[in-house]
């Protein structure tokens, strides 16, 4: 992205942001959730990697969707890795990621490169 637009982007780890918005909630916590938000929403292009592999609970789906959602909404470069099949990833993530009027979804098939490291 930056090669062919200039852009820079953020890239996260799911488990690892997701992290750090719970590590937010503490009492003096050195970042706020609306800190993190911001920096989300803010990014020219962000890449969520490994979707899928955080602990799956109500707060963990509502966390990424919102901001999926938000970058949907805005129409912000957003990329989404994942190892898991659609039919396992929340049906309101799916959908915006599927849209064809803002996306594509690609599926590459192979083995685990980190296997052969």
């Given at each position: 992205?930056w ?11 799911v488990?690892?942001?997701?992290r ?9 916590a050195?970042e706020?959730s609306?800190?993190i938000?911001h920096?989300?929403?803010t990014?020219?292009a962000?890449?969520l ?5 955080e602990k799956?609970?109500?707060w ?8 999926i959602?938000?970058r949907?909404?805005h129409t912000?470069p957003?990329?989404v890795t994942?190892n898991?099949p ?5 049906g ?6 599927e ?14 490169r980190?296997?052969?490291?």
């Amino acid at each position: 992205v930056w090669e062919r637009h200039g852009i820079i982007g953020r890239l996260y780890v799911v488990t690892e942001l997701l992290r750090r918005y719970r590590a937010s909630f503490a009492e003096g916590a050195p970042e706020t959730s609306a800190l993190i938000d911001h920096e989300v929403q803010t990014a020219p292009a962000v890449v969520l990697d490994d979707l899928g592999a955080e602990k799956e609970s109500e707060w963990t789906r509502d966390s990424l969707y919102a901001i999926i959602n938000y970058r949907y909404n805005h129409t912000l470069p957003t990329v989404v890795t994942t190892n898991q099949p659609q039919a396992a990833i929340d049906g309101r993530i799916v959908s915006r990621l599927e849209d064809k009027t803002v996306g594509v979804w690609v599926n590459l098939h192979g083995p685990d490169r980190r296997a052969n490291v």
